[in-house]
């Protein structure tokens, strides 16, 4: 195990813990000057790792989500709503297409608020109520999370809606079908894909930089 792997892995089982304050001390050790680093290096992998050890049934649901907010909490201190570091972006939302299986979304949404971007959880929506709630809210990327094929499926509604509406609005998405199938988010429509939270982060900032 390299010493990059162990401090993440020494990260999740602060985080396991609950130990808020052992988790800052890393993160502020980490960050050296720019919280970003910190992202980088611990939060997205840590909440990854996490994220893994329940598929395999090692750790609680609710654990993981209270690992994600712990991340939450902290990197809101680290980079408040004022600071001139903050991400400045269109608005950014996620939310389930026709789907109950959160766990995907919740780990995404943690890393993304860490790394400084505001991000609107809307939960689950069909195709038809998240490209009227995109529209209405004039979203600027919209992340759609998708675990079974049937709900994959769905996003080409959700562009063919968006289009018709004249929303210019980034679609990028994730989740089991998208892994199986690497050319499957072209097909329906999506701008960009994310295999895990490292990758939709990437991909958020790549969208951000072609809308501003």
Known sequence: MTGADSGVDFFAGRLLALDRLGAERMLLKEAQGSPFRAVECLVVPALEEIGRRWERGGVALAQVYMSSRICEELMEEMLPASSPERIRCPKIAIALLDDYHALGKMIVCAALRASGCAVRDWGRLTAEELAAQVVREQVGI???????????????????????????????????????????????????????????????????????
């Open 142 to 212: 919209v992340l759609i999370s998708a675990l079974m094929l049937r709900s994959a499926l769905q996003v080409r509604k959700v562009r063919q809606l968006l289009d018709a509406a004249g929303s210019p609005a980034k679609i990028i998405v994730g989740g089991a079908p998208f892994r199986f199938d690497p050319e499957l988010w072209r097909e329906v429509g999506a701008d960009a894909a994310g295999g895990n939270a490292a990758e939709a982060v990437r991909a958020v900032a790549r969208c951000v930089a072609e809308l501003t």
